[in-house]
């Protein structure tokens, strides 16, 4: 399973990026797709996920009504689009594939996981 993460960049506070994951897996409707971050010298940290069917998505409180996850199982990419980005929002940003919607924050949950990609909001 190879999963590539794109969209990362430098942005200003306030403004939007798009990051995309795309996957090379089989079955990529039934898979929960989930987004994490890193930020330098802290834990990886769940942002939000999207069940396979895209019926149920999940959000961190600190991105709820910021970012949007959403998928497109015919390209077997998902995205996040990212709004109102905040300078604590920079860190890199993984995609990752779990098996079931099972408590979607957990880490545990996923097998599979991208290299990341960078996101820089500067103030």
């Known amino acids: 399973v190879q999963l590539v993460e794109s969209g990362g960049g430098l942005v200003q506070a306030g403004g939007s990026l798009r990051l995309s994951c795309a996957a090379s897996?089989?079955?990529?409707?039934?898979?929960?797709m989930g987004w994490f971050r890193q930020i330098p010298g802290r834990e990886r940290e769940y942002v939000s996920a999207i069940r396979g069917n895209g019926a149920s998505t999940d959000y961190a409180d600190y991105v709820k009504g910021r970012f949007t996850i959403s998928r497109d199982n015919a390209k077997n990419t998902v995205y996040l689009q990212m709004n109102s980005l905040k300078p604590e929002d920079t860190a890199v940003y993984y995609c990752?594939?779990?098996?079931?919607?099972?408590?979607?924050?957990?880490?545990?949950?996923?097998?599979?996981w991208g290299q990341g990609t960078q996101v820089t909001v500067s103030s």
């Open positions: 990752a594939v779990a098996p079931y919607w099972d408590s979607p924050p957990s880490a545990n949950n996923y097998d599979y």
């Open positions: 897996l089989s079955a990529f409707s039934t898979y929960t």
